[in-house]
């Protein structure tokens, strides 16, 4: 059975870090493209940061770049994003993407707000 299990979100205050984990299981993990995606009260999903299977290189929208880390663990089959210096514009639920050619799956989300 797949999945895909987030923690690590809750409320912080603008400036503030929070480090979201997404533990997989039921695939093989390190042959999967994993991806964090959020969507924020009445807005579209979007892609935040992406990192590939076999070199583990990064991308990240333009929104986060300079704040946001994705890594990975394929021991421990598990995938990271580190937010730093958040602002009130990172609050949306956060979710974790598993992606391999036509085959995905998502993980249930975990909510990130960021207020004083």
């Known amino acids: 059975q797949v999945q895909l299990v987030e923690s690590g979100g809750g409320l912080v205050q603008p400036g503030g870090s929070l480090r979201l984990s997404c533990a997989a299981s039921?695939?093989?993990?390190?042959?999967?493209?994993m991806s964090w995606y959020r969507r924020a009260p009445g807005k579209e999903r979007e892609l935040v940061s992406t990192?590939?299977?076999?070199?583990?290189?990064?991308i990240y929208a333009d929104s986060v770049k300079g704040r946001f880390t994705i890594s990975r663990d394929n021991a421990k089959n598990t995938v990271y994003l580190q937010m730093n210096s958040l602002k009130p514009e990172d609050t949306a639920v956060y979710y974790c993407?598993?992606?391999?050619?036509?085959?995905?799956?998502w993980g249930q989300g975990t909510q990130v707000t960021v207020s004083s």
């Open positions: 039921g695939f093989i993990f390190s042959t999967y493209i």
């Open positions: 990192i590939t299977s076999l070199y583990s290189s990064t």
């Open positions: 993407n598993a992606r391999q050619r036509s085959t995905g799956y």
